[in-house]
């Protein structure tokens, strides 16, 4: 298992779900992690939770939809840890609605996240792994960023485009040292769901859309995202899809 003391994670959407219980399990491992999110409160007081694991742990607030911002972060890991070892590009929206209610405010709310936030990142990041030929870009795509569903075309779109940006960026870099992974979990129990303000699909979640699946916790994604990165440095783990056993 690697030595993960004296190594930096930054994590973006790491004020609950996925990114939380991503930054816990480097955190216990020993390595310096960044939490990056708009709520700093919410970062607060994970860093609070957090501070009693061996890791040293700072907090950041970006808004992903900022270049300069998401530039800041990047910037703030290197002054503070020395280095980037992992950029974990995994703050996402999914505002789910069906496309005859144009609530375009949230399909341009979307792009700008899902998929700008992470060419932000990568942006920010790679010229700094490059020069050091050394480093991990991870992505959430999805489920979604392989199979569209009702009310989804804009949501699985952004994540089609996440993991296509994300296997673009592997082959370009694959003489390089930098490893790429694109992290895509089925259906995860987070907060993701309470941004949707279309009433036709709060109505067709309500009749069961999820019915019979059990929803991953996120530490399984976390697990995922370990996973990756402790791989031998000779070994890219492309994509790893996880889902619910139950999910089909
Ligand atoms: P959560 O809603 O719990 O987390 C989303 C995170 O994204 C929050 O930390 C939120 O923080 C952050 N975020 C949203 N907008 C911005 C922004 N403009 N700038 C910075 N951060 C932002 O949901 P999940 O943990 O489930 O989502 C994490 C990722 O996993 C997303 O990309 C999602 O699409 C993906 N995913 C989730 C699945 C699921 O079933 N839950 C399945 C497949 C993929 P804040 O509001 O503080 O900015």
């Known amino acids: 298992m690697a030595n993960w003391k004296g190594k930096s994670v930054v994590i973006t959407g790491a004020s609950s779900g996925i990114g939380e219980a991503t930054a816990e399990r480097f955190v216990k491992e020993g390595a310096n992690v960044v939490l990056a999110a708009r709520?700093?409160?919410?970062?607060?007081?994970?860093q609070d939770r957090l501070q009693q694991y061996s890791g040293d742990i700072k907090i950041k607030s970006t808004d992903v939809t900022s270049q300069q911002e998401v530039e800041d972060l990047i910037q703030f890991v290197i002054d503070e840890f020395n280095q980037v070892d992992v950029l974990f590009n995994n703050a996402g929206l999914m505002p789910l609605s069906?496309?005859?209610?144009?609530k375009v405010d949230e399909?341009?709310?979307m792009v700008d996240?899902?998929?700008k936030g992470v060419l932000y990142g990568i942006a920010?990041?790679?010229p700094h792994m490059l020069e050091r030929n050394e480093g991990h870009i991870l992505t959430t795509s999805s489920i979604a960023g392989h199979e569209v569903m009702p009310s989804g075309a804009v949501y699985c779109g952004t994540k089609f485009a996440a993991r296509v940006i994300m296997e673009g960026l592997s082959k370009e870099i694959a003489k390089s040292n930098v490893r790429t992974t694109t992290i895509s979990p089925g259906v995860v129990e987070t907060e993701l769901l309470d941004t949707i303000s279309d009433e036709d699909v709060k109505s067709?979640?309500?009749?069961?859309?999820f019915e019979g699946i059990t929803s991953l916790d996120s530490a399984d994604i976390g697990d995922a995202v370990y996973y990756a990165v402790n791989q031998p440095k000779n070994v890219d783990v492309s994509e790893i899809i996880v889902k619910p056993t139950n999910q089909g």
Do not use: C, S
């Not at 709520?39 to 994970?46: F, S, V, Y």
């Not at 069906?98 to 144009?102: D, H, L, Q, R, V």
């Open 113 to 115: 996240v899902n998929i």
């Open 204 to 209: 067709m979640l309500k009749e069961g859309f």
């Open 98 to 102: 069906f496309m005859k209610n144009t």
């Open 124 to 126: 920010a990041v790679l």
């Open 107 to 109: 399909w341009d709310q």
């Open 39 to 46: 709520r700093e409160d919410k970062l607060t007081e994970i």
